[in-house]
């Protein structure tokens, strides 16, 4: 099965039905002015000529306008009612936030499926989401790929078996990589203001019906002709959505295959729906949202307005040799134990001191940044470390510790000095218990090697997404303070900061989606040699070794070659940086897939990555919402 040329298709087929629905609207405009025309014909008892319809062209004018105003206003009301994003749709359809310390073993084995997801489309872990509802199904809901949230049914968890569950889930974020998400929103945005038409014209024709004017009042008529015209609209819409929606559901099938390399279990979720478990979500708002579910969320008595393809069609595609069985579900066992967190990170300590000592066994064990020469301690000084990680990745997914954990990140300045006031800082800002943690984390800090500190931060994200939004201003200021705490702005301090503004700003409405405004590279170019020549020089010292790693990254994007601004990338200062990434978030993405791979192309010029440039690389992945090169997952 040729799944990219499935992709390919797919793609092609939205576009042609996109330009569809917004022929749809521009057609309705039309036939709102003819409304128009007749009502004032009527109300003037004069007959519709061609010399009427061209002696009123503000009617004409004013119609166009009218109805335009009425659709996006319509649309825009939706479209602020979702301003939330992933989080407002996972409330409207009933869904509890799952905590990340969850207790539920189905629960817990969601959350490690969907952070293995996470890892194979190189996206962060987004919030997970229940519906209790014993239906099979799940969906993506946000604006981009910051604020998209995953929510599932309970009976997706209960009746699907974990291989199951994981090509679930990989539909999701292949929703989420494939722009879907956006595309769903807008789509609901647009049909209600079709639909907005409709309440329009209802509310006008039962104003006029009780007037007491003459007539020749065309209240009514105009009402009427809203009300028509509004219920067709959303009648076809509704059948351009699907249609739509359909078609995305067969590329994030497609794509879904691509990150767990196996169709079995995607086509073995669709065939537990068919066996008789379904997808149908029973709540209010899954037939207005049917679209952005894994199956079809509501009863359709016509295909023209199911929002998914056939079941059995769907299965074909991923399993060719199908013989039309379906499966049971998975048999709810008793819930499971759910083991200590005290005894995980012992039993996950000795087999990380088994492993390493077996490396170091045959005279030393090579890191990416430190070399450790064998002698008699090498067991003790490597599980010392080692207990102190996965300390720190424990406390990374409690939301009380993931705070303090962030900044006893920052606070790893060798003046002591500064690091006493960084740590009263803490004591000032949020109180003595939090300073007797940070007292406990930062001896672990120090000891953790460069590549380990950016994954803790990506790791505490979930958690720290359930803070207050006063406890995200009080986060948020300390951050800011202990940056700047020792006078200057380090890389490391950098690529964090962004990070968490990147991903709890979109969260706790800080900071708003960029809007698609580029589509050339020209227009952008010296923003992209900005960025390129920051990079460059983040993994090399020497002049011509920089000059060779921009020129190979213009090349790979295939970027106009750009003077390198010398200036800029020598100032010590990353603010150019962050005003070239700020314009660049509004290019489009075909724009920002060139961009990592020109970045790519830059620190593997010298066939050798760094940790400065695998962090800086991965943090501007993400700042312009671009799925992590695989190279640098670790």
Request: aromatic share 6%; glycine share 8%.
């Amino acid at each position: 099965m040729n799944f990219f040329e499935h992709q390919d298709q797919a793609r092609r087929r939205t576009g042609l039905l996109s330009l569809l629905f917004f022929l749809a609207v521009a057609i309705i405009v039309v036939l709102l002015n003819i409304v128009f025309i007749v009502a004032l014909a009527w109300s003037s008892h004069k007959p519709i000529t061609l010399e009427l319809v061209q002696a009123q062209p503000e009617i004409w004018l004013l119609g166009t306008a009218g109805a335009l105003l009425v659709i996006f206003a319509g649309s825009g009301y939706k479209w602020l009612e979702l301003r939330k994003g992933g989080r407002q749709v996972a409330d409207m359809l009933g869904g509890r936030k799952i905590q990340s310390n969850t207790q539920d073993s189905d629960e817990q084995q969601l959350l490690n499926v969907v952070a293995e997801m996470a890892i194979a489309s190189s996206m962060p872990i987004p919030d997970v989401y229940v519906l209790d509802d014993d239906s099979i199904n799940a969906f993506a809901a946000g604006h981009q790929p910051s604020d998209a949230i995953i929510g599932v049914t309970r009976g997706c968890m209960e009746k699907l078996s974990r291989e199951q569950l994981q090509g679930v889930i990989a539909h999701e974020f292949s929703h989420i990589l494939n722009g879907d998400m956006r595309l769903n929103m807008q789509l609901m945005a647009l049909l209600f203001g079709i639909l907005f038409i409709g309440l329009v014209g209802r509310l006008l024709m039962h104003s006029s019906s009780r007037s007491r004017n003459s007539k020749n009042n065309a209240g009514p008529m105009i009402g009427l002709g809203l009300m028509v015209i509004g219920y067709s609209g959303v009648f076809f819409g509704s059948i351009i959505r699907a249609a739509v929606s359909r078609q995305r559901e067969f590329l994030a099938d497609a794509s879904a295959v691509q990150f767990t390399r196996n169709p079995d279990g995607i086509s073995g979720a669709l065939k537990v729906i068919g066996y008789g478990a379904g997808s149908d979500v029973h709540n209010p708002a899954s037939e207005e949202m049917g679209h952005l579910f894994f199956g079809q969320a509501f009863t359709s008595r016509l295909n023209i307005f199911a929002t998914h393809p056939p079941l059995n069609e769907r299965i074909n595609r991923l399993d060719p040799s199908w013989n039309g069985q379906y499966l049971k579900p998975r048999v709810t066992s008793a819930p499971r134990e759910i083991p200590s967190r005290k005894s995980t990170l012992d039993s996950a300590t000795s087999a990380i001191i088994s492993g390493l000592a077996g490396a170091t066994s045959g005279g030393h064990a090579d890191t990416k940044n430190q070399r450790i020469e064998p002698e008699n301690n090498t067991t003790a000084v490597l599980s010392e470390r080692q207990r102190a990680l996965l300390n720190l990745q424990a406390a990374a997914i409690e939301p009380d510790s993931a705070r303090i954990l962030i900044f006893s990140l920052l606070i790893a300045s060798p003046n002591k000095l500064i690091a006493r006031e960084q740590q009263d800082l803490v004591r000032k800002q949020h109180g003595q218990q939090s300073f007797t943690t940070l007292l406990q984390f930062y001896p672990a800090a120090q000891t953790l090697l460069p590549g380990q500190r950016l994954p803790l931060v990506e790791k505490s994200l979930t958690a720290l997404r359930e803070m207050s939004p006063q406890q995200y201003e009080n986060f948020h200021t300390t951050l800011v303070k202990l940056a700047k705490a020792d006078g200057e702005i380090d890389l490391f301090e950098w690529c964090l900061y962004r990070l968490i503004l990147q991903y709890l700003g979109a969260h706790f409405n800080t900071v708003h989606p960029a809007k698609p405004r580029y589509s050339q590279a020209d227009a952008v170019a010296s923003e992209i040699a900005t960025v390129i020549s920051y990079v460059a020089c983040a993994g090399q010292e020497h002049p011509e070794d920089i000059d060779k790693a921009y020129a190979a990254g213009i090349a790979a994007g295939g970027f106009s070659a750009v003077k390198r601004d010398i200036a800029h990338t020598t100032s010590g200062s990353l603010n150019p940086l962050n005003r070239a990434l700020a314009k660049l978030t509004q290019a489009y993405p075909h724009i920002k897939g060139r961009i990592i791979k020109a970045l790519m192309a830059t620190i593997t010029s010298d066939r050798h990555i760094t940790e400065d440039e695998r962090d800086m690389v991965k943090t501007i992945a993400t700042i312009l919402e671009s799925p992590i090169p695989k190279e640098l997952i670790e």
